[in-house]
Nanobody, 128 residues
Framework: QVRLVESGGGSVQAGGSLRLSCATSGYWISSNHMGWFRQVPGKDREGIAS????????HYADSVKGRFTVSADNAKNQVYLQMNSLKPEDTAMYYC?????????????????????WGQGTQVTVSS
């Protein structure tokens, strides 16, 4: 059974940093795409970062490019999202997601529908 568990969310002031972690079980991240998404009430889920750790290929949404960094520890089967220079508009529930096992590299890696497994989310709140 595949399980994803996010941690590291919290409340910070604008300009601050947080590091989110996604621990996986029953899943090998090294040959599959992993993604980070966020959602605020009433809006669609937004893909913000992805990593294909087999070749360490990353993609970012324009809204976070240059501020957020996604990384992976294949040995631990964990994925991370380092978030710097946080802004109030980054406030959202953040989700980790894993693609269907064996799907390989995803061309549209920030599209939520390309991911099969989801964590429960961790809240990030940025105050001005």
């Amino acid at each position: 059974q595949v399980r994803l568990v996010e941690s590291g969310g919290g409340s910070v002031q604008a300009g601050g940093s947080l590091r989110l972690s996604c621990a996986t079980s029953g899943y090998w991240i090294s040959s599959n795409h992993m993604g980070w998404f966020r959602q605020v009430p009433g809006k669609d889920r937004e893909g913000i970062a992805s990593i294909y750790s087999g070749n360490i290929i990353t993609h970012y949404a324009d809204s976070v490019k240059g501020r957020f960094t996604v990384s992976a520890d294949n040995a631990k089967n964990q994925v991370y999202l380092q978030m710097n220079s946080l802004k109030p508009e980054d406030t959202a529930m953040y989700y980790c997601a894993a693609a269907r096992a064996g799907s390989g590299y995803l061309i549209e890696s920030l599209r939520p529908t390309n991911y099969r497994y989801w964590g429960q989310g961790t809240q990030v709140t940025v105050s001005s």
